[in-house]
């Protein structure tokens, strides 16, 4: 089992940045996929952006190309999601989420562990 500790939510005005972080622990980090998603309040969860197992491909959901990179830091163990141009409709709950397991980068059921979230604010 992995753990995943998610840090950098915030308030940020529209247009700003705000990186995010997820520590994790337990596996090998090279033994999982990782994946960003988000919720806001009364939506569905939803997939932002992942790395793939091997961490030579990344998928963007298409509302967040362009703006969100996600990037890891194998020696630190940690992912991290840094999200710029940031429009008030990007306010959720951020989740990082591990996946050892087959299934889909971008179906939040595919994932295995899960972080406790962390929120991100966008002020209009």
């Known amino acids: 089992q992995v753990q995943l500790v998610e840090s950098g939510g915030g308030l940020v005005q529209a247009g700003g940045s705000l990186r995010l972080s997820c520590a994790t622990s337990?596996?090998?980090?090279?033994?999982?996929?990782m994946g960003w998603f988000r919720q806001a309040p009364g939506k569905e969860r939803e997939f932002v952006a992942a790395?793939?197992?091997?961490?030579?491909?990344?998928y963007y959901a298409g509302a967040v190309k362009g703006r969100f990179t996600i990037s890891r830091d194998i020696g630190l163990n940690t992912v991290y999601l840094q999200m710029k141009s940031l429009k008030p409709e990007d306010a959720a709950v951020y989740y990082c989420?591990?996946?050892?397991?087959?299934?889909?980068?971008?179906?939040?059921?595919?994932?295995?562990?899960w972080g406790q979230g962390t929120q991100v604010t966008v002020s209009s």
């Open positions: 989420a591990a996946r050892y397991s087959s299934g889909s980068y971008y179906v939040a059921t595919s994932y295995d562990s």
């Open positions: 337990g596996r090998t980090f090279s033994s999982y996929a």
């Open positions: 790395y793939s197992l091997s961490g030579s491909s990344t």
